[in-house]
């Protein structure tokens, strides 16, 4: 009786393109989420920019002129404006963003806000909070990932 079965050496080589397909698709799909994590840091980015000018805008038809001076408290970066002379406060963005130091996410300190990018070799994108407006600290080059 004949049985019909794969040979050893159509298994190895079998393997074999396995692990070149593997070795080929792991650093492709690192890359595509480190790409999604800056994707949706200049997201957060620009929504909080968005916000910013329009509860200025809203702020302003009430008749305060005061300066918005935070965008976060506690541990989060975007969550909520410094209070309006009414000492109402709006949110930001929902949901809220967490402050962290790790790659992909934002940070906060006062009124800086520091985006670190999921590729650690490129280092952070630092935004800070000047006359209402989320600005480039110090021309950074590395705001511009973020801002096209």
């Known amino acids: 009786m004949s049985?019909?079965?794969?040979?050893?050496?159509?298994?190895?080589?079998?393997?074999?393109?396995?692990?070149?397909?593997?070795?080929?698709?792991?650093?492709?799909f690192?890359?595509?989420?480190?790409?999604?994590?800056?994707?949706?840091?200049?997201?957060?980015?620009?929504?909080?920019?968005?916000?910013?000018?329009?509860?200025r805008q809203k702020r302003i038809l009430k008749g305060d002129f005061n300066e918005i001076t935070s965008l976060g408290t506690g541990s989060y970066a975007f969550s909520t404006f410094s209070a309006d002379r009414d000492g109402?406060?709006?949110?930001?963005?929902?949901?809220?963003?967490?402050?962290?130091?790790?790659?992909?996410?934002?940070?906060?300190?006062g009124t800086s806000y520091t985006y670190h990018f999921a590729d650690?070799?490129?280092?952070?994108?630092?935004f800070k909070l000047d006359k209402n407006k989320l600005v480039c600290d110090n021309d950074d080059a590395d705001c511009s990932k973020l801002l096209n």
């Not at 050496?9 to 698709?25: K, N, R």
């Not at 709006?90 to 402050?99: A, E, F, G, T």
């Open 88 to 109: 109402n406060t709006n949110d930001v963005v929902s949901p809220y963003i967490d402050s962290c130091s790790n790659a992909g996410c934002w940070g906060r300190s």
């Open 30 to 55: 690192k890359n595509t989420m480190e790409l999604a994590r800056d994707s949706k840091g200049a997201s957060v980015l620009s929504s909080a920019m968005s916000a910013l000018a329009t509860e």
């Open 120 to 126: 650690t070799t490129e280092g952070t994108a630092d």
């Open 3 to 28: 049985r019909k079965a794969f040979t050893i050496t159509e298994l190895i080589f079998v393997i074999v393109i396995i692990g070149i397909l593997s070795a080929i698709a792991i650093p492709k």
